[in-house]
């Protein structure tokens, strides 16, 4: 079955970097579109990222734009956010998503989702 695990989530300081990873089994990883999305406490999960097919073409959240970067390796199944200069409303847990068929900021399009992984940022 397809599974999606993402690591890297850790407590960091304001103003720090922290690098997360998502390793994809179960599916043809180069099929889908790759996106992250978070949920910090008492809030909705929120887009914050994409990546096609071919990683050819990103988008982001204004909220991140100039400072996280996601990239993929097909060779390796596996899809990472870099996050720099870290604000403590970074905070939340981080989800992977993968889609077959849609790319874009919706997480209902999304067809499979990991399990999370947190991120803290401490001020």
């Known amino acids: 079955q397809v599974q999606l695990v993402e690591s890297g989530g850790e407590l960091v300081q304001a103003g720090g970097s922290l690098r997360l990873s998502c390793a994809a089994s179960g599916l043809t990883f180069s099929s889908y579109v790759m996106g992250w999305f978070r949920q910090a406490p008492g809030k909705e999960r929120e887009f914050v990222s994409y990546?096609?097919?071919?990683?050819?073409?990103?988008y982001y959240a204004d909220s991140v734009k100039g400072r996280f970067t996601i990239s993929r390796d097909n060779a390796k199944n596996t899809v990472s956010l870099q996050m720099n200069s870290l604000k403590p409303e970074d905070t939340a847990v981080y989800y992977c998503a993968a889609s077959k068929y849609y790319r874009g900021s919706d997480s209902h399009q999304y067809d499979y989702w990991g399990q999370g992984t947190q991120v803290t940022v401490s001020s």
């Open positions: 990546i096609s097919r071919s990683g050819g073409s990103t």
